[in-house]
């Protein structure tokens, strides 16, 4: 029987953030928008969505008087990234039984 | 592109190590302080062999004026540059902890020499020119950083033979070679990642 993969991270763009930010110490959204070639609506959305899991931490600061938008993976999202990989790993070793 | 909804395990294992691979493989540091200090010392080391070959009394003071102007410049670009980033990668903090605890070993090293002659001080600054290079080398895995830092051990090791009025030439070469070459080398590669 295959694990059920983490919603949250099965998805797309999200699981291009949390392995941007698994990588890196921290990140501004404008890094986050380009590497992931997404658009800031929807790169809002995933944030969003990370941050209420309680994978991220984002941080709403000001720099040269303009908003600026840090993220941070938490402890929670680096297991939780950890944990989908694995269960990936599983689940493609299964499938090549 | 993969849309949302057929996004496939097998997709998202290759979208996590393409991005882990390009992060992997990107170069954190444009080498600028390497290149800046390494002829801002050999200027001030190649002031004073000058002058105390020629007998110019004053060439001295040019370790007074330059290092320090270089420091508050150092501080101020650095500062600017930190402001620019959009990214904080751990390689930063490391870099950063590296050089941090050069400066201290260097300004003890100086404190050092004040007390018991310059002459056994310029080994053991070749050494931390060695040590700071060898290791910040390593963390970038950039191979001529960790060549060009052999040379400041091999020139340390060579200065213990040498005169006084040599050992200028020798902490110039040591630079030149172990942070003036590697560095330009390094900013080179930084400028090619960007332009692609």
Redesign the interface.
């Known amino acids: 029987m295959f694990k059920e993969l983490d919603p949250i991270l099965h998805s797309q763009l999200r699981l291009a953030v949390v392995s941007l930010l698994v990588s890196v110490k921290e990140a501004e959204f404008t890094y986050l928008k380009e590497q992931t070639n997404s658009t800031a609506g929807n790169l809002s959305v995933q944030i969003q969505k990370l941050k209420e899991a309680g994978y991220i931490e984002v941080e709403k600061t000001f720099k040269d008087n303009y908003p600026q938008t840090l993220c941070k993976i938490t402890k929670a999202g680096v297991h939780a990234f950890e944990k989908y990989v694995k269960d990936i790993n599983e689940y493609l070793n299964q499938k090549n039984k | 592109m993969?849309t949302?909804k057929n996004?496939k395990?097998?997709?998202?294992?290759k979208?996590?190590n393409g991005?882990?691979h390009s992060?992997?493989n990107k170069l954190a540091d444009d080498g600028f302080f390497l290149i800046f200090w390494g002829w801002l010392i050999i200027v001030c080391a190649m002031t004073q062999y000058f002058s105390v070959k020629f007998n110019f009394e004053w060439g001295s003071l040019v370790w007074a004026i330059l290092p320090p102007l270089g420091g508050i410049f150092s501080w101020i670009y650095g500062a600017k540059q930190d402001?620019k980033k959009?990214?904080?990668?751990?390689v930063?903090?490391y870099i950063a902890y590296v050089w941090g605890g050069f400066l201290f070993a260097m300004i003890l090293t100086l404190v050092f020499g004040y007390a018991h002659g310059l002459k056994a001080t310029y080994f053991f600054l070749m050494l931390l020119y060695g040590v700071a290079t060898f290791v910040t080398g390593g963390i970038l895995n950039f191979k001529p950083l960790i060549f060009g830092s052999l040379f400041s051990f091999a020139l340390a090791a060579l200065s213990v033979f040498l005169g006084d009025l040599d050992q200028f030439l020798c902490i110039s070469a040591a630079l030149l070679l172990s942070y003036v070459i590697p560095g330009h080398m390094l900013r080179s590669k930084f400028k090619s990642q960007e332009n692609v």
Not at chain 2, 86 to 90: H, L
């Open positions: 993969t949302e996004f395990p097998e997709d998202s294992l979208l996590i991005i882990i992060a992997k402001k959009k990214v904080k990668t751990y930063d903090t």
